[in-house]
DNA sequence: CCGTCGATCTCCT
DNA sequence: GGAGATCGACGGG
């Protein structure tokens, strides 16, 4: 009961969503859908998703699970679909994934850019901002800021009432970009694949090159 | 508008 | 010792 209070637009995305195996579909279907958090305090923050990375696990270059490496860090790749594995890179920016498939499938997918609809006063605040514009959640480290959603979060469930997803928008194949990842030039042939998904048009896209 | 650079944690060589 | 799933400040055009 107290899950189905916590939903604000919709019915929360089940286990089952996130458990399955193919993180490609995966990452195109969470375009359009919603991200909560209700972290360090009562109010309520988040958006729908417009730009997604999928990272394959074992046979992906670029990803950390690479090879099925384990270290502290990456332990929780490990788990089943539906937590959260965040991390901080370069040294100060939290990048949030949300993890996918069965138990020891270390699948992932990083949420690059969303399109804010709730709590934007306290996102603006997280950010030390005074202006919405697409710079608040337009690139990984920069959503996750808004969102509170830090290092100490890895590992969270995103199937209770700190940090979840909601039935949003599906899109259709045509309103979704594909083209590759960014920051991955050390990946060889895996830097080349397009499992970067953005959705056509939208304003709220990151930039990055 | 664009390119450059510093910040500074985790993991690898 | 070096590089990285980044961002924002700064200086030049």
């Known amino acids: 009961m107290r899950n189905q209070r916590a939903a604000i637009v919709g019915k929360k995305l089940p286990a089952a969503f996130f458990r399955r195996e193919d993180v490609l579909q995966i990452g195109r279907e969470l375009l ?3 991200l909560f ?3 360090g305090g009562a109010r309520v923050t988040g958006g729908r998703i417009v730009e997604t990375e999928a990272y394959a696990g074992a046979t992906d270059r670029a990803s950390h699970a690479f090879g099925n490496r ?3 860090r990456t332990a929780v790749m490990y788990q089943a679909g539906g937590v959260a594995y965040i991390y901080l890179c370069y040294g ?3 990048l949030f994934n949300i993890i996918t498939g069965p138990q ?3 699948h992932a997918i990083l949420i690059r850019a969303l399109e804010p609809t709730h709590g934007i006063d306290l996102m603006l605040r997280r950010r030390s901002k005074t202006r919405l514009d697409r710079t608040l959640t337009a690139g990984p480290g920069a959503l996750a800021q808004a969102l509170g959603l830090r290092v100490r979060y890895s590992g969270a469930s995103l199937l209770g009432n700190k940090i979840w997803l909601e039935k949003g928008i599906d899109f259709h194949p045509a309103e979704i970009v594909s083209t590759t990842r960014v920051g991955i030039e050390y990946a060889g042939a895996d830097a080349q694949r397009p499992w970067r998904f953005l959705v056509r ?3 709220w896209s990151s930039r990055a090159k």
């Open 70 to 72: 384990r270290t502290r």
């Open 92 to 94: 100060l920016h939290a």
């Open 37 to 39: 958090t209700r972290l």
């Open 104 to 106: 020891d499938i270390p």
């Open 32 to 34: 359009g859908q919603y």
């Open 201 to 203: 048009g939208s304003a």
